[in-house]
């Protein structure tokens, strides 16, 4: 799938980034997409924590900690794929529902405006029951409101 802007628009787009190997795909993915266009890439990691986890408040500060580590890491990965390619990129850590916060990262993009494209561009997973029944990829093609990229 083709990302087109209008004519006079940027583009915009918001890569779901884990660091995982469908992940970087999506990035380079994304770097292709933005090549010769004005605009900028969001890389967004988005913490998730399970319904196991949320009963502790002990738990939460824990993985609060992990994710906080977890995102310099990410961050460091994502700047290290990027270098020499482009640098119009910037990270963010959001937390929550990882479908939800990348719509919400797209739809309230705080770059775009009127006759911009923002998309969303994530890697999708080989392992068959993602594809069937639960891998973000599949939740976005069922109720993104922007355009989307999935990189196989």
Do not use: C, N
Request: overall charge negative; glycine content about 8%; hydrophobic content about 45%.
């Amino acid at each position: 799938m083709s990302v087109a802007p209008s004519s006079a628009g940027k583009v915009y787009l918001v890569v779901g980034y884990d660091g995982s190997e469908p992940a970087v795909r999506a990035l380079e993915a994304a770097v292709r997409l933005l090549r010769g266009r004005d605009g900028s890439i969001s890389v967004v990691y988005v913490a998730h924590l399970t319904s196991a986890e949320m009963m502790s408040a002990d738990a939460i500060a824990e993985m609060e900690e992990s994710f906080d580590e977890l995102a310099k890491e990410l961050r460091t990965q994502a700047s290290e794929q990027l270098a020499g390619q482009e640098e119009r990129w910037r990270f963010e850590r959001r937390q929550g529902s990882i479908a939800d916060q990348l719509v919400a990262a797209a739809t309230q993009h705080p770059d775009a405006g009127p006759g911009d494209t923002v998309a969303i561009v994530v890697g999708s997973s080989s392992q068959a029951l993602h594809r069937m029944v639960g891998s973000v990829a599949v939740g976005l093609a069922r109720h993104a409101p922007v355009p989307l990229v999935i990189v196989p």
